[in-house]
């Protein structure tokens, strides 16, 4: 189930009451509709959620996983992942015309696609020989270069400003670190990074909008 919590009272909701199991929730730019996954009868597909009546909306129709939704900043696309070309790949849709669009086309597995603020990138996670990456491309597939990698990479989310990108890392169990999961912050460049402090291991973050 998805729930709704409201920050200053603490108070949770359940966002309605789908028949099979909902996951990979996003809100919409304007704040008014909801995209989700829904796992039904072994099929995943993507939904929208009109929050002021709770309408919702089927998106895609594919025998398979959609999921990772994210939209774009206008809120008239959205990006996700899916296997209907055999495995993990990227994809793009119209909301108003339901036209989907392949963007990945590289080596490996792509997954957890995430619009920039500015609209000028995407950002992913790849799984290609034994190895994760994040990376970056631009809404229509092109330019698509790496920014980080690892035993464990995954989960980017973007900085408001669109410059950097903060995600999930776990270290090779054969250097001899303490192996934990960590969140760090890089930029596009993939040259600066530096690790976000929390006081235990931390996974999945995600940025606010900037806030008055």
């Not at 008239?76 to 790949?89: A, W």
């Amino acid at each position: 189930r998805i729930f709704l919590l409201d920050l200053e009272t603490g108070k949770q909701k359940v966002l309605g009451d789908f028949p099979g199991m909902t996951f990979s929730p996003r809100f919409s730019p304007n704040g008014q509709n909801l995209i989700m996954s829904l796992a039904k009868n072994g099929n995943t597909d993507l939904y929208q959620l009109k929050l002021s009546n709770m309408e919702l909306t089927r998106l895609t129709r594919y025998k398979g996983i959609d999921t990772a939704p994210s939209y774009s900043p206008d809120g008239k696309n959205i990006v996700f992942e899916s296997d209907r070309s055999g495995r993990q790949q990227i994809y793009t849709m119209n909301l108003k015309s339901k036209k989907i669009k392949r963007i990945s086309f590289g080596k490996g597995h792509y997954s957890t696609p995430v619009w920039s603020p500015r609209g000028d990138y995407i950002a992913f996670t790849k799984f290609y020989n034994k190895t994760f990456y994040i990376g970056v491309m631009t809404p229509e597939g092109e330019g698509e270069r790496v920014i980080a990698k690892g035993f464990l990479v995954e989960g980017p989310t973007w900085t408001p400003n669109g410059r950097m990108i903060a995600y999930t890392k776990k270290d090779y169990p054969k250097q001899k670190k303490d192996g934990k999961t960590r969140i760090f912050l890089i930029d596009l460049t993939g040259f600066h990074g530096k690790e976000i402090i929390t006081p235990l291991e931390a996974s999945d973050p995600s940025w606010s909008p900037l806030l008055d």
